[in-house]
């Protein structure tokens, strides 16, 4: 992919899993400035989100270029614009690159972080609505 001026990553603070994914994905190298959003912390961008009909808790979204990619299209695209620098991104790619594997996986790691996040005792992402 083209090299663009921002990336805005809408992802869950709290699941363990949504945090290290973010943090490790080498997006900067490609894109100028990435804007990591936790769901949790309220603020407008996700009471639009859930007022679109993204439902955070089920899944991540990245918007990019005027486009917004939720759950499985997020974790494609975030694929195809990180780097093939280090052995996370490498393989991140290698399986996420494709729509078909990704549309596969994806609810698998959703029911994971669903899991993990019930037994660390965490609530659902709630959302303040925008006035």
Known sequence: MKKSNKLIIVYDGECPFCTQYVQLLKL?????????INAREGISIVGDLFKSGYDLNEGMVAIYEGQTYYGADCVQVLALLSTGSGIFNRI???IFRSKLLARILYPVLRIG???TLMLLGKRKITHIKPD
């Open 92 to 94: 991140n790619s290698v």
């Open 28 to 36: 900067r190298e490609v894109i100028s400035t990435v804007e990591l």
């Open 113 to 115: 972080r669903n899991l």
